[in-house]
């Protein structure tokens, strides 16, 4: 079955009549094993766009750029579209510089590039908003902190869960979320929650004296703050995150907002605002 389906997508890969267009992705097990994907996307003769996870196969150390080059030129030998590559796209590191300026220059030997290869690589625009929202989130990271262990003590026993819904007098659909700490999306989310039950804080920080990490008044205003600001990375990260639509035509206007974002933040009278867009 595995030979058949192999077989049928590579039959997909070489007669699609324009170029292929690739992302790669690393990732290290909770034992710090390696892993890396690579998806193909590209555009069949009907017009229609398609995403096919090709690999995601074990990585051996060391991770560096030669390392990842000779990986990613071996998968996409072995599906058959070394020569139909448009752009890679990758996470912004000095790795995957180096891997893609060998890829480049491996593929451009066999004549196999458009442009000379000058379309060939590509910056993950998500992956270098993760990077500009975590370091303004280090503006905050006792606040974010302390709702973390807030969040981890109450999701921690069902009484404590019980205890919190009695200070609740919103709807408690909601529910509090708990973060990944190294997805800024899902610490967005999480403090999004945690101010939506602000006040059930309060409560629960006057009935229950083990519960001792509850923000102040003042760590509250500024996650509101930045939580209002992070809104418009999350528009932007959820839409070049789509894989069923092209979403290059998106960059521009979603940066775009961003910058004016920042630009109206820098002159803020807000001196707490103004340091993180500065």
Known sequence: MH????????NE???????ICVTSECWSSIVTDGYISLTAHFIDSEWV???KILNFSYMPPPHNGVSLAEKIHTLVAYWGIDKKLLSLTLDNASANDICVNILRSQLKLKDALVYDGALFHIRCCAHILNLIVQEGLKKIDVSV???????KYIKGSHIRKNSFRKCISLDDKKGLLQDVPTRWNSTYKMLSSALYYQLSFYQLELSDSNFKCCP??????????????LEIFDNATKAFSGSYYTT????FPHV???QLKLVEACKSSDTFMKQIAE
């Not at 030979?3 to 590579?10: I, Q």
């Open 145 to 151: 902190d302390k709702v973390r262990e807030c969040v």
């Open 49 to 51: 766009l398609h995403k």
């Open 13 to 19: 890969l070489s007669v699609c009549p324009g170029q």
């Open 248 to 251: 290059s035509t998106l960059y």
């Open 3 to 10: 030979a058949s389906l192999v077989s049928k997508v590579r």
């Open 256 to 258: 775009f907002r961003i």
């Open 216 to 229: 102040s008044l003042e760590e509250w205003k500024r996650i509101e703050t930045i939580c209002c600001f």
